[in-house]
């Protein structure tokens, strides 16, 4: 359904896919780990291909996070 965020699990097997991203981060440095992130949510944005439910999706994402008050420390 276009323009609508589905949140029930939708995954068939979530531990697999859970370990398989885990190991996708073995070896790597913090900013290789964040590079894999980064290209791994872009990619699957471009799959997803409809900017309603990415939108919906960073608002979900964010929701609960506050920003940091002092980044620098």
Avoid: C
């Avoid at 398989?20 to 070896?27: D, F, V």
């Avoid at 791994?40 to 944005?45: G, H, I, N, R, W």
């Avoid at 608002?59 to 002092?70: F, L, M, T, V």
């Amino acid at each position: 359904m276009p323009g609508k965020l589905r949140t029930e699990l939708g995954l068939a097997s979530p531990d697999d896919f859970y370990e398989s991203l885990i190991g996708a981060h073995e070896g790597l440095s913090d900013g290789q780990s964040e590079l894999l992130n980064a290209k791994l949510v872009l990619l699957l944005a471009n799959h997803i291909g409809d900017n309603v439910v990415l939108t919906e999706a960073l608002a979900a994402a964010r929701a609960g996070i506050e920003p940091d008050q002092n980044p620098s420390a």
